[in-house]
């Protein structure tokens, strides 16, 4: 398979995804983009740079914040707000690409990797026409339809480690083609897709079953992957779906004795505030876990909700009585104003299996016009 083919294709199909595509309601931080692609148009080679904002907004009840932002080529180069976005709030992307030597047509993708309960992956698309001279330009091509997949992820929240579970989402052939489906390829061992048609008529649609085994996987909390969908179809011979899951401990119902003979695990403080700094600069703190149980504590992940903090700790089991220090790294980076960082515990405690512990820092705001008519 062409990998600069499929990679173009799963670009089309993204950029082209129908709106109102929407995974169902719950509760946390939601991201929205405002637009999802923007055309450059012809552009002349000697601007040397086409930039564009996509602007975003936390539609959800808690904070948002950006992990990461990967794009399909090195000649797109991205930046993107590195804050916590809270509830209502907006945030941007940029896409930055370079004009020199490529003359030519481009479509680029942007990936937008985040913890937002709705859509943890986005993909944001360029695309223009680099030109020595600029031409009058020509009408926007019309879409004559697409292969969707409703919802674009699906989501298993929670998979407990006990058992599989099952979820569906319906393919529809948009497209004027008759389509013929070939066999999934490299899904993840703990995955099943059930119900994946082999042909689809135009406008037919289908009914597809995913089926995740928690026992399976060796990891705990968030967990995604894209599963790749080919077929003959002339627009789209290259889709694909996502699958979220969040991998939780399953813990039965519990007697008071059984719970009291049950892993306990205990901080010695939830929240370090780091006092004031400037930006850039970076923190060495430390938190003590403690088992306060009377069986052994397993520490399944200690996972910081920002690549800007590093944790390191000697090791994921403590016996009863048993503590360790685990040590915290906080580089503020281009952090503004009051940053708060969220570290992620997930244990065999059944009392609070899941909990959070924060670093704060308190950093200079971002500067501020002197007058309503000055510029920033």
């Known amino acids: 398979m062409n990998k600069s083919i499929f990679t173009l294709a799963v670009i089309a199909f993204f950029a082209g995804r129908a709106e109102g595509q929407m995974t169902p309601k719950s509760d946390g931080p939601k991201i929205e983009f405002a637009e999802k692609q923007h055309n450059f148009g012809d552009i002349r080679e000697d601007i040397k740079f086409a930039t564009h904002r996509f602007m975003f907004k936390n539609v959800g009840n808690r904070d948002l914040f950006i992990n990461t932002v990967q794009t399909s080529c090195g000649c797109t180069t991205p930046d993107w707000t590195r804050d916590t976005v809270k509830p209502g709030e907006s945030g941007f992307v940029d896409a930055k690409y370079e004009t020199v030597g490529r003359i030519g047509s481009f479509q680029k993708t942007i990936t937008v990797y985040s913890n937002a309960v709705n859509f943890p992956f986005v993909h944001l698309d360029i695309l223009g026409n680099v030109q020595k001279d600029v031409v009058q ?93 080919t077929s003959d179809n002339a627009l789209y011979p290259y889709t694909g779906f996502y699958v979220a899951y969040e991998r939780k401990q399953f813990f039965p119902k519990m007697t ?111 500067d501020k016009p002197k007058c309503a008519t000055c510029p920033r």
Request: proline share 8%; hydrophobic share 35%.
């Open 137 to 229: 330009k020509e009408p926007e091509f019309t879409s004559p339809g697409q292969i969707t997949f409703l919802p674009p992820t699906v989501n298993f929240k929670p998979l407990f480690d006990h058992k599989s579970d099952t979820h569906t989402f319906r393919i529809t052939n948009g497209t004027p083609y008759t389509t013929q489906f070939s066999a999934l390829e490299n899904l993840p061992p703990f995955c099943q897709v059930i119900g994946m048609p082999q042909t689809l008529e135009p406008n037919e649609s289908a009914k597809v079953k995913v089926v995740l085994d928690g026992r399976k996987i060796s990891t705990y909390g968030f967990g995604a992957f894209e599963v790749a969908v």
């Open 256 to 366: 008071a004795k059984e719970l009291a003979k049950a892993a306990k695990l205990t901080t010695d403080k939830t929240v370090i505030d780091l006092g004031s700094a400037e930006s850039g600069e970076i923190f060495n703190t430390q938190f003590t876990f403690t088992n306060a149980g009377k069986s052994e504590l397993k520490l399944h992940e200690i996972t910081p909700q920002c690549p800007c903090v590093k944790v390191d700790y000697p090791k994921n089991t403590l016996k009863p009585g048993e503590s360790m220090v685990v040590k915290m790294r906080f580089d503020t980076g281009i952090k503004h104003g009051k940053s708060t960082q969220t570290i992620s515990i997930i244990s065999n405690d059944p009392a609070q299996p899941e909990r959070n512990i924060y670093l704060v820092a308190h950093l200079p705001e971002r």
